[in-house]
C-alpha cells in the first residue's frame, strides 16, 4: 500500500508524500509532509498554497500561476509540482487523470490533466502492477446500467479520488446491480455442510479450479476457512463444518489486503425500482472510504448503500449514505471497523452489523427516513456465529456506540434483535447516545452505558435477557427506562466498592457510603465505611452477613446526617418486595417528617411524610426485585426517583429540608446493602 499512498499526493522518489499512512486520520497537509531539500525550497517560495490539492480544491493551477505565486487558491496539481522539479509525470509515479473533457480518451496516457483518461475502468487497468491512485476532475461519470458499473479487481490497489468533497466529481449508476464492486466475490445460497466434515457441496456454485485457496464466509464454518476445488459442485474446506445445515448462504471470494481506498467522490444509485447495492466489498483487509457520498433514488427492498462481507480493519469516514433500505450493512467478521462522522438515512436500518466484533461508531446522525414502520438507527445482531437464540461460536466483544444521534420511526438501537423479532447473543456492547424515541437491547452480556440520553417520552428497554448492565457516570436518563426483570440478571458490584472507597477518602460529590461488611452486630449499624455514625431513628437495627437488617416488625428507621438537604440517597434491597415494604428515605426531620420511596410487588410510590401523615407523591408501575438499586435525588424542589440507573419519575415538592438519609423496613425480614449518598 505504500505506492498508493505516495502517488497520493502525486509525487514519488522523495519529492513529496502527503497521505498519512493512518486511514483514519485525514490527509496530512503539505506542512506535515517530507520534502528533500531541493524540491522543498522551490515549494516554499513558489507554492505558498501546496495544501490546495490535497484539501479538495476545485481549481488546478497552472505551471504559470504557481510560478508567479498566484495559485494560492487553487490546487496544486502533482504533474505540476513535478516540472518546477524538472521533470514529467511518470507512469511509475502511480497516478493517473480521468476528466470529462473532449480531449479525454482511454488512449491518453493519464499523466496530466490535459492528457486524462476518459474512464475510471481505462485508468485503473493502466495502472502499475502495484496499483495507485485514480485522480477524477471535475465532472460526472455514468456506469452505465448493466449488473456491476465499476469492478475493482483483486490485485492492484486502487485509491479512486474526486477533485471536491461535496459530490462534486460523481458516479452515476442505473443499474440493477451493484454500483462499485471491489473483490472478485459471489454468493452461492445452496450451500450444503456437514458437521465435522470438510466437505461442502452447491448445485449452483459452479465451482473451478480458480476457487482454490480463495476463502469462504458462511455460517457454521470458521472465519478464515479456504476451499480446494473438487469438481463443479464440491469444494473440500480447510477447517470442518460446525453443524449440519443446508440452504446456507455462503460468499466466496479472494482475500484482498489494501484493495480499495476511496476519497471526494459521491456514487448516485438512479434506478427507480430495483433494490441495487451503492458499494459492495468482499474479504477487503485494510483501506477507508472518506468524504464520500453514496445516494440511492428510493428506498427498495434489499438495497444497500454500502455493504462490506468479510472486511477487517476498514475505516468509513465522513460519509453520507441516503435512500436505501439499510445504509450500511457490516456482513460477518468485520471486525476492527470504524464508522465515524457519518449522515446515514435508512428505510429500516442505518448501520447493521452482524457476525462482527469490535466495532466502533462514533459520532454522527442515523436516521430512518424512509415510509416504513419499524426503523432501526442502528441494529447488531450476533458478534460471532453460531444458532440463531443460542451461544455464538467465538463471539468476541466490542460493539461501541459513541455520541452517536438517532433519529427513528419505532426503534432505535436494536442490539441482540433482529427486524423479524428474532434475538441473537451480543457481548459487551458499550453505548453513549442521544435517542429521542426508543431502543431495545436484548440478550446483551455485560451492556455498558455511559449518560444515555433520552428525549420526549423516549423508553429504553433493557430486556430480561441482559446479563450484568452496567451504568456508568452520571445517569442522564431524562425520561422513562423501561427494564425487565430476570433471575439470569445480575447487579454488578464494581461500581459499588468505588463508589465507597470514594466517600471514604472523602472525596466530592460522594458524602456517605457503607457496604455493610463489618462484623455482624446487634442494635445497632455503628460506624458508616465512611466515617459517618448512623443513628436509629426509629427501632433498632442489626449488622447480619454483610447487610443492615431491622431488628423489629414495624417501623425501623436507621439514618446518617448528611449535612446537606440536597443529596442523593441510593440502596441496594436484597428481599423481593412481594414479602416485605423497604423504603430508603431522604430529607428526614425526624420519624414523622421525611420523603420516602416505597418499593412493592408491582410499583414504586414517592411518598412525603409531614406530621406524620404520608402524601404519596408519585405512582410508578414497575417490578422491582431483590439486587435491584433504588435511589431518591432531591435538589432544591426536584425530586427525582431512580432505579438500576435509570430515572424513573420526577415530581416537584417542597414540604421538607431535612438533611438526614438512610433507610426504613416494616419487617425483620428486609435486607439494605451498598448504601450511597451523594451531593445534588
Known amino acids: 500500500m505504500g505506492s498508493i499512498l505516495e502517488a497520493a499526493a502525486g509525487v514519488t522518489d522523495g519529492l513529496l508524500t502527503a497521505v498519512d499512512a493512518d486511514p483514519e486520520s485525514d490527509f496530512r497537509t503539505q506542512q506535515d509532509a517530507r520534502l528533500n531539500a531541493s524540491t522543498e525550497a522551490i515549494v516554499n517560495e513558489l507554492v505558498p498554497a501546496a495544501t490546495a490539492f490535497v484539501k479538495g480544491k476545485i481549481q488546478i493551477a497552472t505551471l504559470a500561476e504557481v510560478a508567479t505565486g498566484t495559485a494560492a487558491d487553487k ?32 488512449s491518453n496516457d493519464g499523466l496530466s490533466p490535459g492528457t486524462a483518461k ?7 487497468a493502466a495502472l502499475p502492477s502495484g496499483g495507485g491512485v485514480v485522480f477524477h476532475l471535475y465532472g460526472t461519470w455514468n456506469l452505465g446500467s448493466g449488473s456491476v458499473g465499476l469492478t475493482i479487481a483483486p490485485g492492484k490497489p486502487v485509491m479512486l479520488m474526486g477533485l471536491a468533497q461535496r459530490g462534486f466529481t460523481e458516479f452515476t449508476y442505473s443499474g440493477t446491480g451493484v454500483a462499485v464492486k471491489v473483490g472478485d466475490g459471489r454468493m452461492v445460497t445452496d450451500l450444503v455442510l456437514t458437521n465435522g466434515s470438510t466437505t461442502a457441496t452447491s448445485a449452483t456454485a459452479n465451482f473451478t479450479a480458480a476457487d482454490t485457496g480463495k476463502v469462504m464466509f458462511a455460517q457454521y464454518v470458521n472465519a478464515d476457512v479456504t476451499m480446494t476445488y473438487v469438481d463443479p459442485t464440491t469444494v473440500t474446506l480447510s477447517a470442518p463444518a460446525q453443524a449440519n445445515a443446508t440452504g ?40 477507508f472510504i472518506e468524504d464520500v457520498r453514496v445516494l ?17 480493519v476498514f475505516y468509513y469516514n465522513r460519509l453520507v449514505v441516503q435512500s436505501f433500505e439499510t445504509g450500511m450493512f457490516l456482513d460477518g467478521f468485520c471486525n476492527e471497523s470504524s464508522i465515524t462522522d457519518t449522515n446515514v438515512g435508512a428505510k429500516v436500518v442505518c448501520v447493521l452489523v452482524k457476525n462482527s466484533t469490535n466495532v466502533r461508531v462514533r459520532g454522527g446522525q442515523l436516521s430512518t427516513t424512509g415510509i416504513g414502520a419499524g426503523g432501526v438507527g442502528f441494529m447488531a445482531i450476533v ?13 468476541g466483544a466490542g460493539l461501541q456506540l459513541d455520541n452517536i444521534h438517532f433519529e427513528g420511526n419505532t426503534v432505535d438501537i436494536a442490539i441482540g434483535r433482529a427486524a423479524d423479532g428474532s434475538t441473537y447473543p451480543v457481548r459487551s456492547p458499550s453505548i453513549r447516545c442521544y435517542l429521542p424515541s426508543g431502543a431495545v437491547i436484548d440478550r446483551a452480556t455485560s451492556p455498558v452505558l455511559h449518560n444515555v440520553t433520552l428525549y420526549g417520552t423516549a423508553v429504553l428497554s433493557l430486556t430480561a435477557n441482559c446479563i450484568d448492565p452496567q451504568f456508568v457516570g452520571e445517569p442522564s436518563l431524562r425520561d422513562t427506562a423501561t427494564i425487565a426483570d430476570s433471575s439470569t440478571r445480575t447487579r454488578p458490584r464494581d461500581r459499588d466498592v468505588l463508589d465507597i472507597l470514594a466517600a471514604r477518602v472523602p472525596l466530592r460529590p460522594w458524602l456517605v457510603g457503607d457496604a455493610f461488611a463489618r462484623a455482624d452486630a446487634a442494635g445497632s449499624l455503628g460506624t458508616s465505611d465512611s466515617g459517618l455514625a448512623w443513628t436509629n431513628t ?50 428526614l426531620v425526624d420519624a414523622s417528617n421525611m420523603y420516602r420511596i416505597g418499593i412493592f410487588p408491582t410499583s414504586v410510590t414517592l411518598q412525603k411524610v409531614v406530621a406524620g401523615a404520608a402524601t404519596t407523591l408519585l405512582t410508578l408501575t414497575q417490578t422491582p426485585a431483590a439486587g435491584d438499586t433504588l435511589g431518591l435525588r432531591c435538589s432544591g424542589t426536584s425530586l427525582i426517583v431512580y432505579r438500576n440507573g435509570f430515572i424513573i419519575g420526577r415530581a416537584t415538592d417542597s414540604a421538607l429540608s431535612g438533611t438526614r438519609a438512610g433507610i426504613k423496613a416494616d419487617a425483620t425480614t428486609a435486607i439494605f446493602r451498598n448504601f450511597r449518598v451523594k451531593t445534588s
Not at 437495627?541 to 443529596?567: C, M, Q
Open 296 to 312: 440511492g433514488s428510493s428506498y427498495n427492498v434489499g438495497s444497500y448503500g454500502i455493504r462490506s462481507v468479510n472486511g477487517y
Open 538 to 587: 426509629s427501632g433498632t437495627w442489626n449488622l447480619t452477613s454483610r447487610a443492615a437488617v431491622p431488628a423489629g416488625a414495624a417501623n425501623n428507621i436507621a439514618t446518617v446526617d448528611v449535612g446537606t438537604a440536597d443529596h442523593w440517597v441510593t440502596v441496594e434491597i436484597g428481599t423481593s418486595p412481594a414479602t416485605v415494604a423497604q423504603w430508603p428515605i431522604a430529607r
Open 383 to 395: 458478534t460471532g456465529f453460531g444458532n440463531p437464540g443460542g451461544d455464538p461460536v467465538g463471539a
Open 75 to 106: 490546487a496544486v496539481a502533482p504533474d505540476t509540482l513535478l516540472a518546477i522539479a524538472g521533470r514529467a509525470m511518470q507512469a511509475s509515479d502511480h497516478f493517473l487523470y480521468v476528466s470529462r473533457s473532449s480531449k479525454a480518451s482511454d
Open 118 to 124: 476518459a474512464t475510471t475502468a481505462a485508468a485503473i
Open 248 to 287: 446456507v448462504t455462503a460468499w466466496i471470494s479472494t482475500r484482498c489486503e489494501g484493495l480499495f481506498w476511496a476519497k471526494y467522490l459521491q456514487i448516485t444509485c438512479t434506478h427507480a425500482t430495483a433494490a441495487t447495492t451503492g458499494i459492495l466489498m468482499t474479504d477487503i483487509h485494510g483501506g
